[in-house]
């Protein structure tokens, strides 16, 4: 990596896909700066991001000159342009062909379902919208039939979504799933299975996942300030 710049990452915290991408530039001693894009100001809309993002999303990253949109591919265009240990997207076909299958599922599933949910019962109440039961119990089962499967299809018996190392697989998911507690709900909380995968992704990843995921404790501190926390660091580890 000697004689490149470091990457520029344009980031919210508050979306998962952005903290996924923090995560793994932290962990993997990436250099990096990041230019923080407020979404709820309005920012991804100026005309001078609008030139660097036609569409309008988080995250980006910048490398040189060479722009780059979409959490899936920046992820992997970092895995396979830095030095970064194999287990997080393997160069064996087999194995890169699992974590590739989960990512492909991820947007159409747990990515769509969590989103629905925070939706639901965070975005639109904030907005001054009465959460509407119904919707918010649609959204919830549907999670609930994605968690299925990724206790089932997925995790099975292993440690961690595509074996037994840790991958751009976890990392993924477990910024998804860690989304509902901006709004004080740990959908975990009665899946021992996946509290076991998350406390392993946490542990693996240590201060970088922590750090990426205060915007979300803070925002489920303040929601919860005079009642007990539905999660808490110290029970998931």
């Known amino acids: 990596m000697a004689g490149r710049q470091a990457v520029k990452a344009y980031l919210d915290l508050v979306s998962q896909a952005c903290r996924a991408v923090l995560i793994f530039l932290k962990d993997n001693k990436i250099p990096h700066t990041v230019e923080n894009i407020a979404i709820r100001k309005g920012q991804q809309k100026t005309p001078e991001f609008t030139k660097l993002n036609p569409m309008q999303k988080l995250p980006v990253l910048e490398d040189n000159g060479f722009v780059l949109t979409e959490s899936d591919a920046i992820l992997k265009y970092l895995a396979t342009a830095y030095n970064v240990p194999d287990h997080w997207y393997p160069k064996l076909p087999e194995k890169r062909a699992r974590v590739d299958e989960y990512t492909a599922w991820n947007h159409a599933n747990t990515r769509t379902h ?38 089932n299809m997925f995790l099975k018996r292993q440690a961690f979504l595509c074996g037994e190392d840790i991958s751009l697989a976890d990392l993924l998911a477990a910024c998804e799933l860690m989304q509902p507690l901006c709004g004080g709900r740990d959908i975990l909380e009665n899946r021992p299975k996946l509290l076991s995968w998350r406390s392993r992704v946490q542990s693996v990843l240590s201060d970088s996942f922590d750090e990426a995921h205060a915007v979300v404790y803070r925002l489920r501190d303040n929601l919860n300030a005079d009642k007990p926390y539905r999660y808490s660091k110290q029970s998931a580890l």
């Open 114 to 151: 969590i989103s629905t949910l925070f939706l639901h019962e965070v975005l639109l109440p904030r907005m001054g919208h009465p959460t509407n039961p119904e919707m918010l119990e649609k959204a919830l089962s549907d999670l609930d039939g994605t968690l299925d499967k990724l206790e």
